[in-house]
């Protein structure tokens, strides 16, 4: 492979090139507010990694991140891996403790924060080295951390970079180093900690930009967190490969900020976890045909369900500002009762499936593919093989293991759990089970670990349930679990919709109509179940589960003891 190819596979060659391109072009901004062109979010980059690097950070070296989203984490990050030095981006949803562990264990050299974040390293000041820098300009009268402002560390190194005449020499980066180091969030309990490389990453983005036609100048609004890798490679780098412009919400996305900021930004593309599309369907969709008998009693023919979500379908886009052309749907299971409304409503979505292990994407699209199945996660993406390992004969679902150059290196420091999920000739187990369909769309049936196994062997897939229960109008989550042989499931109901319904009621009358919805739910299910995997109990549960990044509960935390809230 000659170098040409090597230095084209790096973050820094995409940004270059890109910067080349659309110098004039707009960038990166918050919404709302005037965004950096190409050429200034370059000569910012430029000038921070230069800064870092007379602070003594080169190649090799961890530079943690651990802040909300705006374009100054994204020059942050680019000015690390300009150095060579690898970027160690941290969930800011993370509590103290996990912070704690992650800056101990990278050793980092600087450290990029913001006001939101900072008490979380307070206990840490003696052993944290090297320069704080706050990201969103904060500095606080009495400082228990010595920090430096984002804008007067920027603005001194732009001084120096033009005061420079032969500018900064930073070292050779290659496509195999290593860019990020990415802790998981997983819903299995042990936070491992993922080494990606330049290559991984920007194959993922460049596999990704063969999914849609995509034109310079478009506008993607990004509401996920920058540190988790299904919005950095597919909301930040994908982006910045296509010239488009990138616009931070900066706030979280309630359906009332989304629309504010929609009105104004006018997006072409938006990444989003199932939880925003399925919260609109409930409080915005649902409710218009519930509350009408016409549109109630035209629902229940095919055709006329068909219009009528058709028609919501449109005010839908003019929701999201009226030029929506890319929803990219993943992080967690879409319901299949919001997926096939969404169909229906010719809504311009995609549905991707992934991990923090593959950069993130593994299967998803192409757009405009009319075999792709509802339900299913769509096709492999460009240059990534998927294969089924020990199907079941009868359904074809076996355990989803994937290979490409979007594929991790390993956990930093950690072989034997790298040993477990990667082969030597670099198959990673997922951890998932799937099949793929006669079309070649991946479906994803739900984890290996959640897989319950009755007496009589048969295999209950408890996403599948769930997914039925959220289907429930008055339902926020679900979880359900096998105890002592027999399914339960936890609740946790939508409580301004009960209160709405039980408005003047007494104590002892709202708690009547939380149980009767819930035995109501339990005897509707069972009819729709096998005899073996029906549900014993339906319980409430009285506060949200804990959940992940990407909004998927973290089912290790719960068993049948530790439910009850």
């Known amino acids: 492979m000659n170098s040409v190819v090597e230095v084209g596979m790096t973050l820094n060659y995409v940004i270059d090139s890109s910067c080349a391109k659309y110098k004039d072009n707009p960038a990166i901004g918050m919404a709302m507010e005037k965004p950096l062109s190409y050429g200034e979010f370059l000569e910012s980059i430029f000038a921070i990694a230069a800064r870092l690097q007379k602070n003594g950070i080169g190649k090799g070296d961890h530079v943690a991140i651990l802040s909300e989203n ?55 000041r003696q052993e944290l080295q090297g320069p704080i820098i706050t990201l969103d300009n904060y500095n606080p009268e009495i400082s ?17 970079l033009k005061e420079d005449a032969e500018g900064p020499i930073f070292p050779p980066v290659g496509e195999d180093d290593l860019a990020s180091i990415l802790y998981t969030s997983g819903t299995s309990g042990y936070s491992k900690a993922v080494m990606l490389t330049h290559k991984n990453l920007t194959a993922n983005a460049y596999a990704a930009a063969g999914l849609k036609e995509i034109q310079p100048g478009s506008v993607w609004l990004s509401i996920l967190p920058m540190s988790h890798t299904y919005e950095f490679t597919c909301g930040f780098i994908l982006p910045l490969l296509l010239g488009g412009r990138i616009a931070y919400a900066g ?3 309630t359906p009332a900020i ?30 218009q045909i519930e509350k009408s008998r016409l549109l109630k009693g035209v629902c229940k023919f095919g055709v006329g369900r068909k219009l009528v979500h058709r028609k919501i379908g449109k005010k839908l886009i003019a929701f999201f500002g009226g030029n929506l052309q890319l929803m ?29 292990e593959s950069s993130p994407l593994i299967a998803g699209g192409p757009a405009g593919d009319k075999t792709i199945a509802i339900g299913s996660t769509g096709k492999p993406i460009p240059g990534v093989e998927v294969k089924i390992v020990s199907p079941d004969p009868e359904t074809g679902i ?41 079309q070649g769309n991946l479906h994803v049936c739900g984890r290996l670990k959640n897989v319950i196994v009755l007496s009589n062997g048969e295999n209950v897939y408890p996403e599948a349930i769930e997914h039925k229960m959220n289907t429930f109008h008055w339902v926020v989550e679900t979880l359900l679990i096998e105890n002592n042989g027999q399914m339960e499931a936890w609740v946790y109901p939508d409580y301004e919709f009960i209160d709405d319904q039980t408005a003047g009621s007494s104590r002892a009358d709202r708690r009547a109509y939380i149980e009767n919805l819930l035995d109501s739910m339990r005897l509707e299910l069972n009819r729709q179940l096998p005899k073996s995997s029906r549900l014993a109990k339906v319980f409430e549960r009285r506060e949200p589960f ?4 990407t909004h998927k509960i973290k089912r290790y935390l719960y068993d049948g003891h530790a439910l009850l809230g």
């Open 328 to 356: 990219g749907i993943g992080g967690a299971a879409l319901n299949p009762d919001v997926e096939k409304f969404l169909h229906e409503a010719n809504f311009p979505y995609l549905i991707g499936y992934g991990m923090t």
């Open 144 to 160: 228990v951390v010595p920090v430096v402002t984002f804008s007067s560390y920027l603005a001194e190194a732009l001084s120096a």
């Open 546 to 549: 804990i959940k992940t990044a």
């Open 251 to 253: 706030k979280t996305p």
């Open 70 to 124: 705006s374009q100054n984490w994204g020059i942050a990050y680019l000015a690390i891996v300009r150095l060579g030095a690898i970027a160690v981006p941290i969930l800011p949803d993370l509590p103290e403790s996990d912070v704690h562990h992650i800056l101990n264990e990278m050793q980092v050299k600087a450290l990029f924060i913001t006001q939101k974040q900072i008490e979380k390293i307070y206990e840490l």
């Open 398 to 438: 076996g355990e989803i293991t994937v290979c490409g150059a979007n594929v991790m290196r390993g956990y930093y420091n950690d072989e034997e759990a790298t040993k477990t999920v990667l082969t030597k000739d670099g198959w990673l187990s997922t951890g998932d089970l799937g099949f793929i369909d006669k």
């Open 258 to 287: 989304l629309q504010k900021l929609c009105a104004y930004e006018k997006p072409f593309a938006i990444f989003a976890v199932p939880l925003v599309l399925e919260k609109i369907y409930k409080k915005r969709v649902l409710p």
